[in-house]
C-alpha cells in the first residue's frame, strides 16, 4: 500500500499530473481478518504507520524525491558500503531525479542479498517549517533471502510514555513495538530500520505513546 501510494504521489511532476490518492476503510467495524489499517480494538496495524508517514508533506522513495537528501547502501551488520548527498529544488507538484541506476551494479563487488538502501532527505519551505522523511529499499523488494543478523535490540523506557529503541549486532529491519492487549493507543512511530552505531541515521528512535478512548 505504500509503494502504490509512492506511486501515485510521483505521478504530481509527470504527465498524468496525478494529485493523490484517498486513504478508505481506515477502522474495523468488526472483530476479523480485513483490509482495514485500525483494529476493532484500536490497535494500529503496521500498514497505519507506514501510511501515516507516506502522507507526509514531502516524502522520499526510491523512484523519484524532494527536498536535501542522501542515500547509503548498507550491509545487514550495519556497515556503510557507499552514500551520496545531493542537495536540490523542486517546485510544487513536482519531483526530482536525482539518484539511478540499472541491474545490480551498485553496490559494486556486493550481492544483492548482503545489502540494502537507506534514503532520507530534509526540506524546509519557504515560512521556514522543516519536513524529513526516511524510506528504504531491498534489492529484489527478497527480505527472506537477506543476509539478516540478530540485531540484539534494545528497548529502554524514556518516562513520560517515551520509548528508546537501539540495535548493537545488526541492522533491523521494520522492527515492530507492541503493546499490552487491552492499551488503546498507538506509537508516534513503528515498523521501521534500525542502524547500529550510526546516531545521525536514527539508530535512536524516541517513540510517543499516544493514549486513545472508545
Known amino acids: 500500500m505504500q509503494n502504490e501510494v509512492e506511486f501515485y504521489r510521483r505521478g504530481a511532476g509527470r504527465p498524468e499530473n496525478n494529485l493523490g490518492a484517498l486513504k478508505w476503510q481506515l477502522n474495523d467495524q468488526c472483530v476479523g481478518a480485513t483490509w482495514a489499517a485500525i483494529e476493532y480494538n484500536l490497535r494500529w496495524k503496521m500498514s497505519q504507520y507506514h501510511l501515516k508517514r507516506t502522507y507526509r508533506p514531502v516524502i522520499i522513495s526510491p523512484e523519484c524525491v524532494s527536498g536535501a537528501a542522501q542515500w547509503a547502501w548498507y550491509d545487514w551488520k550495519g556497515n556503510a558500503i557507499e552514500s551520496s548527498t545531493k542537495k536540490f529544488t523542486t517546485q510544487s507538484l513536482n519531483n526530482t531525479l536525482l539518484y539511478n541506476t540499472t541491474g545490480t551494479g551498485e553496490p559494486k563487488e556486493n ?5 540494502w538502501l537507506y534514503m532520507n532527505l530534509t526540506v524546509t519551505d519557504p ?85 486513545m478512548g472508545r
Do not use: C
Open 111 to 115: 550481492a544483492t542479498t548482503d545489502v
Open 127 to 211: 515560512s521556514g517549517m522543516q519536513y524529513t522523511h526516511e524510506n528504504y529499499y531491498i534489492p529484489g523488494f527478497d527480505l527472506k533471502n537477506a543476509s539478516l543478523v540478530d540485531p540484539d535490540l534494545n528497548v529502554t523506557s524514556q518516562g513520560n510514555n517515551t520509548f528508546k529503541v537501539s540495535a548493537s549486532t545488526g541492522v533491523a529491519a521494520f522492527a515492530w513495538i507492541n503493546h499490552p492487549l487491552g492499551v488503546n493507543g498507538y506509537f508516534s512511530d513503528n515498523s521501521f530500520f534500525v542502524i547500529p552505531q550510526t546516531r545521525s541515521h536514527g539508530d535512536l528512535y524516541h517513540l510517543r505513546w499516544q493514549f
